[in-house]
């Protein structure tokens, strides 16, 4: 799934609610997203400035919940779920 981030919401709040909309549960469930990322650090370092441009180039991939989330300077969230990965052949341990 891909999505874009809304100018009215943070990073972390769209990483919570895309990865709870991809694992098809209330984000309340999720475990807390500092458990894995500083929320904070996240929001600033994908922080958009007045005319939509980030300060920063590059993405950022880690593991929340079961799902594998990358944010990307662009503005947009890829989540893909853990257990797609393993059926993945670029991403098993069988290579």
Known sequence: ???????????????VEAVSEVEDCPPRSLPPLYNTV????????????????TERTGHFTFQYSDSIVTVGE?????????????????????N
């Open 38 to 53: 500083n929320p904070e650090a996240l929001d600033k370092l994908f922080n958009r400035t007045n005319n939509a441009v």
């Open 1 to 15: 799934m891909t999505r874009e981030i809304e100018s009215s919401e943070s990073v972390s709040e769209a990483v």
């Open 74 to 94: 662009d503005g947009y969230l890829t989540i893909q779920e853990s257990r797609q990965l393993k059926n993945d052949k670029r991403f098993s341990d069988d």
